[in-house]
Nanobody, 126 residues
Framework: VQLQASGGGLVQAGGSLRLSCAAS????????MGWFRQAPGKEREFVAA????????YYADSVKGRFTISRDNAKNTGYLQMSNLKPEDTAVYYC????????????????????WGQGTLVTVSS
């Protein structure tokens, strides 16, 4: 599976952005799609995830109520709608796809995911 993330940019605090993640290749094998982010000098952290064959979603506490993850299976594309953005949301955002339905790694673990997009920068100014 190959992933292409897009939609990042510069936005003022309180604003919104929508990130997209287009999947190609063996998309039939995707079991879960997630979004992670990495701020300068910090480790990559989980943001949100969605089961590819259902509608169950998962969010980090820091974004719950502000971010919404969704997917369009017909377009093989996942989305992350970000609202009420804060300066602390500034980071490179990565989409990732997992193919193992029986993985024992948690949803929040980077080890759960086999494929990663190239990252898209989101900068939130105060």
């Amino acid at each position: 599976v190959q992933l292409q993330a897009s939609g990042g940019g510069l936005v003022q605090a309180g604003g919104s952005l929508r990130l997209s993640c287009a999947a190609s290749g063996s998309t039939f094998s995707i079991s879960i799609m997630g979004w992670f982010r990495q701020a300068p000098g910090k480790e990559r952290e989980f943001v949100a995830a969605i089961l590819w064959s259902g509608s169950r979603t998962y969010y980090a506490d820091s974004v719950k109520g502000r971010f919404t993850i969704s997917r369009d299976n017909a377009k093989n594309t996942g989305y992350l709608q970000m609202s009420n953005l804060k300066p602390e949301d500034t980071a490179v955002y990565y989409c990732a796809a997992g193919t193992d339905y029986t993985s024992f790694y948690t949803i929040e673990s980077t080890d759960r995911y086999d494929s990663w997009g190239q990252g898209t920068l989101v900068t939130v100014s105060s």
